[in-house]
């Protein structure tokens, strides 16, 4: 994830707008894939952008005991993974979210040269 953090508004924007620019736009879609988690703090505005691959992990579109309902959302990017059926709340382990999050986030490689691509602003 990218942790963009600003004290003034327009400052939030710009650094949004900057990453955002550099994301890649899939076939299909009309914006980059990611998901957002914004707040206003102690006076500064923070921002969590997770770059995305994919929506869905292959577990949620499988069949029979494959199949976990599990697809990332805001809250699962930052941690907070929820299962809506018991079954799959009880058998889910770390492997499997980890694995989850491996095929709908971008890889470190592609992290890695978004970073090169980008500046470093301190504003």
């Not at 899939?26 to 998901?35: A, I, K, R, S, V």
């Not at 577990?59 to 809250?75: F, M, N, Q, R």
Request: glycine share 4%; aromatic share 10%; with cysteine.
């Amino acid at each position: 994830m990218f942790v963009l953090v600003a004290e003034e508004k327009d400052d939030a924007v710009f650094l949004f707008e900057h990453l955002y620019d550099l994301l890649e736009i899939l076939p299909g879609e009309y914006e980059p894939m990611m998901n957002l988690l914004t707040w206003h703090e102690a006076g500064k505005w923070i921002t969590c952008l997770y770059p995305r691959k994919r929506l869905h992990p292959a577990c949620y579109h499988a069949e029979g005991d494959a199949k976990i309902l599990i697809s990332p959302a805001t809250v699962e990017m930052a941690g907070i993974f929820i299962a809506p059926l018991e079954k799959d709340y009880l058998r889910v382990t770390v492997e499997d979210l980890q694995g989850i999050l491996s095929e709908v986030c971008i890889s470190e490689e592609e992290m890695n040269g978004l970073i090169q691509k980008s500046k470093i602003y301190s504003l």
